[in-house]
């Protein structure tokens, strides 16, 4: 599986990004999809995750309500929608798939989860 991770840039805070992430390489239809931040000197620490079956969704605390995880089948890709965007939210952003298929379980925040990992976008918020 190759992930494709896109759409990050200079954004001033309050403001909106979509971050997309492309998947390819076999059918990925079947399997789950989260999404990851860096910041500089901090550990890589979750932020969203699909499930492709039902489309049911997981959020870290610190963006419900305001982030959005969804994705198109079809387009084998998964979005991100940030909105109401804070300093503290700028970071590196990674897209990551599990090694096998099937619905996440109450570990579907743990890096240990994904065995697949998109190159990461930059996302910047100018306070």
């Known amino acids: 599986v190759q992930l494709q991770a896109s759409g990050g840039g200079l954004v001033q805070a309050g403001g909106s990004l979509r971050l997309s992430c492309a998947a390819s390489?076999?059918?990925?239809?079947?399997?789950?999809m989260g999404w990851f931040r860096q910041a500089p000197g901090k550990e890589r620490e979750f932020v969203a995750a699909?499930?492709?079956?039902?489309?049911?969704?997981y959020y870290a605390d610190s963006v419900k309500g305001r982030f959005t995880i969804s994705r198109d089948n079809a387009k084998n890709t998964v979005y991100l929608q940030m909105n109401s965007l804070k300093p503290e939210d700028a970071a590196v952003y990674s897209c990551a798939a599990p090694r096998s298929m099937g619905a996440l379980g109450t570990s579907y925040y743990l890096t240990s989860t994904y065995g697949y990992w998109g190159q990461g976008t930059q996302v910047t918020v100018s306070s």
């Open positions: 390489g076999r059918t990925v239809s079947r399997f789950a």
């Open positions: 699909i499930n492709w079956s039902d489309g049911s969704t």
